[in-house]
């Protein structure tokens, strides 16, 4: 599985997230962009063919886990729980 | 093959004997047993719903739920990293259940992901217990013994709170000299 595309009427900004298919946040966050009718487009890092893992081969480019800092959780809508 | 029933009761026995309750949001708590389960059938171990996992069951040993960081994570900010077990004033909808930091150490996510190199064999001798960054706790109330970096949420025993724990001193040596 690779990039997903959501459509909506709100483009004015690209977005594009990096998921897990598991996570309760990751689908809080695809479900509030759904909501406010923008598009956006995802990768569920855990199915992808690019999955990051030791038993893929050297080959398999490499996943960009370095754009998640470690401190912090991948970003996600504040308003979310204001709505 | 789990089914979700027999996730979420597990879930919910862990909890209970921890002093723990599992979210109250409905469907974030449906999300996350889900993704629970789904790992649980791709991997053969219930790893966490919002960490990647390796597939490799020593890289992910620390975040099989209830993760290494869940005890530590719900006594510091109320919930755990994926918010699946939350303390009283969260179940109580008094603090509101909010992304935390990651606890897990860059260098074990780093490794999972094969971007770092495996952690160097242990070099102590067979059958001795490294002692270096674990530490022994034990319960004042009723003496139960934890070997882990910090002190359990609750006393599984006796129910005794997190305070309740203390410290044994002891020394590299001890192990060496009487667990070998």
């Known amino acids: ?83 | 093959m789990t089914t979700l029933d027999e996730v979420k009761r597990k879930a919910e026995q862990d909890a209970k004997s921890r002093g723990m309750y599992l979210t109250p949001d409905e469907s974030l708590l449906k999300n996350l047993l889900e993704g629970l389960k789904e790992n649980e059938d791709r991997y053969g171990y219930s790893s966490c719903p919002c960490r990647i996992a390796s597939g490799a069951f020593d890289l992910d040993r620390d975040i099989i739920c209830p993760c290494d960081y869940r005890d530590p994570d719900v006594a510091e900010y109320g919930t755990c990293y994926c918010c699946l077990y939350v303390d009283q004033e969260a179940h109580e909808g008094k603090k509101e259940a909010k992304p935390i930091p990651e606890r897990r150490p860059t260098d074990k996510q780093m490794r999972g992901l094969g971007m770092e190199e495996p952690e160097p064999k242990e070099t102590t001798p067979k059958g001795s217990i490294n002692a270096t960054d674990r530490i022994l706790f034990y319960c004042k109330q009723c003496g139960y013994v934890v070997f882990r970096d910090e002190p359990p949420y609750m006393c599984p025993i006796c129910r005794a709170k997190r305070e309740m724990f203390q410290e044994i001193v002891t020394t590299q040596g001890y192990y060496t000299r009487n667990l070998t």
């Open chain 1, 1 to 83: 599985m690779n990039t997903v595309k959501v459509e909506g009427k709100n483009k004015k900004n690209k977005v594009f997230l990096y998921t897990l298919s598991t996570c309760g946040w990751c689908k809080m966050t695809k479900q509030y962009l759904k909501d406010n009718d923008t598009a956006y487009e995802y990768l569920d890092v855990d199915r992808s063919s690019r999955r990051p893992s030791r038993t893929l081969n050297a080959e398999t480019p490499p996943w960009p886990s370095r754009l998640l800092s470690s401190t912090t959780r991948p970003s996600y809508p504040d308003s979310r729980r204001t709505q």
